[in-house]
């Protein structure tokens, strides 16, 4: 699952980058968040098996 946030909101699948009005011949800095599972509500073991200290990087041009 791949989730992109700009401005610290979450961008959800039906917004294209269009709507939200981005500065033409700027550069704009999004992050993209990998999981791979959705955690389950309330749960804290999740949160403790999920600190693997993993990293990715993408560089869209």
Same mark, same amino acid.
């Given at each position: 699952?791949? =989730?992109?946030?700009?401005?610290?909101?979450?961008? $959800?699948?039906? !917004?294209?980058?269009? &709507?939200?009005?981005?500065? &033409?011949?700027?550069?704009? !800095?999004? $992050?993209? !968040?990998?999981?791979?599972?959705?955690?389950?509500?309330?749960?804290?073991?999740?949160? =403790? =098996?999920? =600190?693997?200290?993993?990293?990715? $990087?993408?560089?869209?041009?």
């Amino acid at each position: 699952m791949l =989730k992109l946030i700009y401005h610290g909101r979450f961008i $959800h699948g039906s !917004v294209t980058l269009g &709507a939200l009005h981005l500065p &033409a011949g700027n550069s704009t !800095v999004m $992050h993209l !968040v990998t999981r791979e599972t959705l955690p389950e509500p309330n749960s804290n073991d999740n949160l =403790k =098996k999920s =600190k693997r200290g993993r990293c990715c $990087h993408c560089t869209i041009c």
